[in-house]
């Protein structure tokens, strides 16, 4: 029996320039059944935000155009309730109160963070 939350209803932005990195995010999220949208930089994640309601960001720090975090503010000030896992390279982003990623980093506690958010999203 398999006890995994189903997430196909469970809707994720992912932000990432790296054209790699993408690529295996988006093999993972169709490998958890994630519904999801991808994106390379903050203004078009900014109108993917501004058409859809996220349950889950998972958002690159440094992007071409702008800086994650202000992509995240502006989604923010938009009214999204957006959970946000800030996956970077940045050391100095794991001591802040953001949920953090540091890359390289391990695809099943991305899996489990995912999954904790989807059984949150259930119980409420």
Avoid: R
């Amino acid at each position: 029996m398999n006890t995994a939350p189903n997430h196909t209803d469970f809707k994720v932005l992912i932000v990432d320039d790296n054209p790699l990195n993408l690529k295996l995010l988006s093999i993972f999220a169709k490998k958890w059944n994630l519904n999801f949208d991808l994106s390379t930089n903050g203004t078009e994640a900014l109108l993917l935000a501004e058409k859809t309601n996220y349950e889950l960001i998972l958002m690159d720090v440094q992007l071409p155009d702008m800086c994650g975090i202000e992509v995240v503010e502006k989604i923010k000030s938009a009214g999204s309730q957006s959970h946000v896992i800030y996956l970077t390279g940045m050391d100095s982003m794991k001591d802040t109160e953001m949920d953090v990623l540091l890359k390289p980093y391990d695809p099943m506690v991305l899996k489990e963070k995912i999954n904790m958010l989807k059984l949150k999203k259930m119980a409420a």
